[in-house]
């Protein structure tokens, strides 16, 4: 009944820009922290950024400076802004959410640990 999905992946120049998207579509009611991941291939998958309810964004070491992430809870949607790409940035980025309530008929209900199916990104040098 609810569910994330991400867009905006594509094939730019190193140098360029990307804006994925991840919506929660559904019934929502409200989302706690989101978070991006990106998994490149033959690689685990690894932190990029998080943001919190109150605002507060965390950031890896390596995507610092470049990416910028945000989110609009009236669309229940998040972003990830994406400057200055590296080849290194190629991957699946992945959206993920520790719990969202949901409406279900009469009550509210929770899903927890929730993740969209990527959407790929690749850079060119």
């Known amino acids: 009944q609810v569910q994330l999905v991400e867009s905006g992946g594509g094939l730019v120049q190193a140098g360029g820009s990307l804006r994925l998207s991840c919506v929660a579509s559904?019934?929502?009611?409200?989302?706690?922290?989101m978070a991006w991941y990106r998994q490149a291939l033959g690689k685990q998958r690894e932190s990029v950024a998080r943001?919190?309810?109150?605002?507060?964004?965390t950031y890896a070491g390596s995507v610092k400076g470049r990416f910028t992430i945000s989110r609009d809870d009236a669309k229940s949607t998040m972003y990830l802004q994406m400057d200055s790409l590296k080849p290194e940035d190629t991957a699946v980025y992945y959206c993920?959410?520790?719990?969202?309530?949901?409406?279900?008929?009469?009550?509210?209900?929770?899903?927890?640990?929730?993740w969209g199916r990527g959407t790929q990104v690749t850079i060119s040098s």
């Open positions: 993920s959410v520790p719990w969202m309530e949901y409406s279900s008929g009469s009550s509210t209900r929770y899903a927890y640990d929730f």
């Open positions: 943001i919190a309810r109150n605002g507060t964004t």
């Open positions: 559904g019934r929502i009611v409200s989302i706690g922290d």
